[in-house]
């Protein structure tokens, strides 16, 4: 009986045995493996550029106007045209000015003639110098007033006063002008100005004198290197950002104020820091960032610290180490623990 009980006993154990086994087998078959693509990280990035939407402006812009009082008979020039330095604009009317011209120079002339006569008087002693004293003041009014004809007549012509481009053009043939009244806008553009905002939490990461790249779009993706010049230090009111400017050449003129632009600036990190795409980067119920890792085949979540945001991806500011496998395709599939393939 004894010999018996033990056989059955040493039965079972075989029996359970083999069942363990064929579970471990049956398990074994069963654990998913998830194929996913990764990156790792091997290379420190130093600089990362940041982008933003900028506007062609003008150096410095005058506004111009008559001098005198009159009707406009010509307008030379449009809006968004090139002019040159002594270029002519528009013309008002001169003929009442050019009556009061005449009578000036008819004026100037009498009291030219009295003058010669009173000087022979007076070098013959036979004239009382007071009266040589009243025609030398006549003789210099009447040169002032002509000089003054003079000077209207030729305020009737509008010349340019520096290179530049019509900004705006505020009369027409047929119109009054009065004196101080702007008639053009006249924009200098032999340098430019790029005009970008910044937000508030990264005009502290701009750098005054700072290298950038201008894109623009208009002339079919030309690049202009420049520097930033400057950087405002109080926000708009609306969308609390702050103003920043690029200072570029513009011989050629081919800049012309309005153009839309791109503007990347390159910032320096003094620490090591990494560089990810946005997209591998994941949001946990809490609020914390992490990113999958691919570690002896297996996916493990690791927490980061993110930066700024750049054209090449967001950056990465502490958590991985030169070497990590991060995944980058597939890492919805996954979970802690997980299997994983490299593909």
Not at 25 to 45: L, W
Request: glycine share 6%; aromatic share 6%.
């Amino acid at each position: 009986m004894a010999t018996k009980s033990l056989q059955k006993f040493a039965c079972m154990i075989l029996v359970l045995f083999a069942v363990a086994c064929s579970e471990n087998k049956k398990g074994d078959a069963y654990q998913k493996t998830v194929s996913v693509k990764t990156v790792e990280v091997n290379s420190i990035t130093k600089t990362a550029s940041r982008n933003y939407v900028g506007t062609v402006e003008e150096e410095s812009s005058s506004a111009l106007s008559f001098s005198i009082s009159g009707n406009v008979i010509n307008v030379y020039v449009a809006e968004g045209q090139k002019v040159n330095k002594g270029m002519l604009l528009a013309q008002v009317s001169a003929e009442n000015l050019q009556s009061s011209y005449d009578a000036a120079q008819a004026t100037f002339k009498q009291a030219e003639d009295a003058m010669k006569r009173m000087q022979m008087l007076y070098d013959s002693q036979s004239l009382p110098e007071i009266k040589y004293i009243e025609a030398q003041t006549k003789l210099e009014q009447a040169k002032s007033a002509l000089h003054i004809a003079e000077k209207n007549i030729s305020d009737t012509k509008l010349y340019a006063p520096f290179d530049g481009i019509i900004g705006k053009r505020l009369i027409d043939m047929g119109e009054n002008v009065i004196p101080g009244k702007p008639v053009f806008t006249l924009l200098k553009t032999n340098t430019v100005k790029i005009k970008f905002s910044v937000s508030e939490n990264e005009i502290s990461n701009i750098d005054r004198h700072g290298e950038a790249t201008v894109i623009v779009a208009a002339l079919g993706g030309k690049q202009f290197k420049g520097m930033v010049t400057e950087k405002s230090i109080t926000a708009n009111n609306i969308t609390h950002t702050y103003d920043a400017k690029i200072k570029l050449d513009n011989d050629s003129g081919e800049l012309i104020p309005g153009m839309v632009c791109r503007v990347l600036l390159n910032k320096i990190y003094s620490s090591e820091i990494f560089v990810l795409p946005n997209s591998s980067v994941l949001v946990a119920h809490d609020g914390r960032r992490f990113v999958w890792l691919v570690k002896n085949g297996y996916a493990t979540a690791t927490t980061v610290n993110t930066g700024e945001f750049t054209d090449s991806g967001v950056i990465i500011e502490s958590g991985l180490n030169v070497g990590d496998k991060v995944i980058v395709e597939g890492y919805h599939k996954v979970s802690e623990g997980m299997k994983v393939s490299e593909i």
